[in-house]
Nanobody, 115 residues
Framework: QVQLVESGGGLVQPGGSLRLSCAASGSILSFYDMGWYRQAPGNERALVAGISVSGSTNYANSVKGRFTISRDNANKRLYLQMNSLKPEDTAVYYC?????????WGQGTQVTVSS
């Protein structure tokens, strides 16, 4: 079992930055591929960035060059550094951990980009 709790969301102006954190408890985090997803009203939940057990990363085209995903297995943390934020980045952001058929989600944190 893995429990995930996101933090770091909020209101930010266009062009600003935020750093999301995901604190994990339970199983050893290093065994899980992890990722950040987001869901805006009326849209499906979609992958923003992922990081594998080996540390390889992948990003949605819309955030490449602006967002950076990282993990700290020793402290059971996942991060998403978001720079040059745009209004279209507004969404609820969810932390995800997965290993085979086991998939876990956090409760989400709201990010609003508006002037």
């Amino acid at each position: 079992q893995v429990q995930l709790v996101e933090s770091g969301g909020g209101l930010v102006q266009p062009g600003g930055s935020l750093r999301l954190s995901c604190a994990a408890s339970g199983s050893i985090l290093s065994f899980y591929d992890m990722g950040w997803y987001r869901q805006a009203p009326g849209n499906e939940r979609a992958l923003v960035a992922g990081i594998s057990v080996s540390g390889s990363t992948n990003y949605a085209n819309s955030v490449k060059g602006r967002f950076t995903i990282s993990r700290d297995n020793a402290n059971k943390r996942l991060y998403l550094q978001m720079n040059s934020l745009k209004p279209e980045d507004t969404a609820v952001y969810y932390c995800n951990a997965n290993r085979g058929p086991r998939i876990y989600w956090g409760q989400g944190t709201q990010v609003t980009v508006s002037s």
